[in-house]
């Protein structure tokens, strides 16, 4: 009676829950903690599993960050994109662009086409002046930005420079001797 099959799902990892409400394991749990059982109602997550398979519209979002080469860094933030895809009935397309890239081949080259920019945070200096390039690429070009943490922090920087005409402003974190310290 306890033995519950892991069956592989057709569209989603979301339909999951449903499948294994279906074989009766949360009524199995509740019995072995003895905890209260109640009708389930299900009805919110089958509509969301409806809105997932009936997306038509699609949007790109790049996120520009150090550790893209390592997924599960950023596994919270490509989560929530995602679920705020879904509240909006639209499928995020993610680009994964490693901030050194930026640095190397432009912003133009690398973000261009896309919807948003997202970059996220991180430590140290690797990276920086390609998240700052990137987030000017999005200024520029009107393209909804969002930083977090250390991507608020360059944000910061990029209008500091080349919004507000302070050359050479900087974070303390990177350059102790900043002529513009923000």
């Known amino acids: 009676r306890a033995v519950i099959e892991e069956k592989d799902v057709d569209f989603t990892i979301y339909e999951v ?8 394991l949360d009524d199995l749990v509740l019995e072995h903690l003895r905890l209260e059982t109640r009708r389930r ?20 979002i790049a ?16 989560e929530a994109l ?15 662009v490693a901030a ?20 996220p945070g991180g430590f140290g200096e690797r990276g920086i002046e ?12 009107r393209i909804p930005f969002f930083g977090i943490c250390l991507g608020m922090q360059t944000a910061v920087i990029e209008f500091a420079r080349h919004a ?6 900087n974070s303390t974190e990177f350059q102790k001797t900043t002529p513009h310290p923000v």
């Open 41 to 60: 109602d299900l009805k919110g997550w089958r509509r969301m599993i409806s809105t997932i398979r009936n997306i038509k519209d699609e949007v790109e």
């Open 130 to 141: 390609g998240k700052i390039s990137a987030i000017r690429w999005a200024r520029e070009n």
């Open 164 to 169: 507000a005409g302070l050359k050479g402003a």
């Open 17 to 24: 829950p449903l499948v294994l409400a279906e074989q009766g």
């Open 82 to 96: 995602t679920h705020g895809g879904i509240a909006n009935r639209v499928r995020i397309r993610l680009r994964k």
């Open 100 to 119: 050194e890239d930026v640095e190397s081949a432009g912003a133009a080259k690398l973000l261009s086409g896309s919807h948003g920019v997202l970059v």
């Open 63 to 78: 996120v520009v960050g150090k550790y893209i080469a390592l997924h599960d860094a950023y596994k919270s933030i490509y």
